[in-house]
């Protein structure tokens, strides 16, 4: 089985950078998603780290430690629109691959 | 179709009652998952297809919950006798094969009364 942990809620200012921690417990890793969930919303992909390092794209960045189970998600140049859920998950290697999520971390930006 | 799409959107029943949530997901994707998701808590996933084989579903709570999905496109989840615990999003997701990026419908908010 998996444990994931991420912060409950973060606050942030608008133009500020914020780093969203995850860390994760597994057998047998096989990827990190991150996902922005807006309320009321879907899910959208955001990011997918399988190996360590990190991925920028854009104003949003994700880092991978596999050896330290640990990932963020840094957003920079903060937006009010930036104010939602983002949902670390994790993909084991067992059975059909199913990504589990922890659950969310609700940002708040703040003028 | 351009995304996911899950109807109704939301959904109130009476405890006891059955319920049918459907979704079309993203055409030509093979994979299709379904998670329930409690307010302020993240999706926990129930159970998944592969084109119409259903491969895992280990994680339906109960043997309430059944899900098909007969021609390897739409599926539905069908509650039997609900029960107020059964209250949460149901999110349908899919993607082109495997578990790699799934792409999310808006989901179906389920109120047992």
């Known amino acids: 089985g998996q444990n994931i942990d991420q912060p409950t809620e973060m606050t942030a200012t608008e133009g500020a950078i914020v780093q969203i921690n995850c860390t994760y417990q597994?057998?047998?890793?096989?990827?990190l998603f991150w996902y922005q969930q807006h309320a009321g919303e879907a899910p959208t992909f955001l990011s997918y780290?399988?190996?360590?390092g990190l991925e920028e794209k854009g104003r949003f960045s994700s880092f991978l430690s596999r050896s330290k189970g640990y990932s963020y998600l840094l957003l920079k140049e903060l937006q009010m629109k930036d104010s939602a859920s983002y949902l670390c998950?994790?993909?084991?290697?067992?059975?059909?691959?199913?990504?589990?999520f922890g659950r969310g971390t609700s940002l708040i930006v703040h003028p | 179709g351009a995304g996911v799409s899950q109807s109704p959107r939301y959904k109130v029943a009476k405890r006891g009652q059955d319920v049918a949530l459907r979704c079309d997901p993203i055409s030509g994707h093979v994979s299709l998952f379904w998670y329930q998701q409690a307010l302020g808590q993240g999706p926990e996933f129930l159970t998944y297809?592969?084109?119409?084989?259903?491969?895992?579903k280990s994680g339906l709570p109960s043997d309430r919950f059944f899900a098909e999905r007969p021609e390897g496109s739409v599926s539905t989840l069908k509650i039997q006798r609900t029960q107020k615990e059964d209250s949460a999003v149901y999110l349908c997701?899919?993607?082109?094969?495997?578990?790699?990026?799934?792409?999310f419908g808006s989901g179906t908010q389920l109120s047992v009364l």
């Open positions: 597994t057998s047998g890793f096989n990827g």
């Open positions: 780290n399988v190996l360590d």
């Open positions: 998950a994790v993909r084991e290697e067992r059975g059909s691959y199913i990504p589990t």
């Open positions: 297809f592969q084109n119409e084989a259903q491969l895992d």
């Open positions: 997701a899919s993607s082109l094969m495997g578990a790699e990026k799934l792409f």
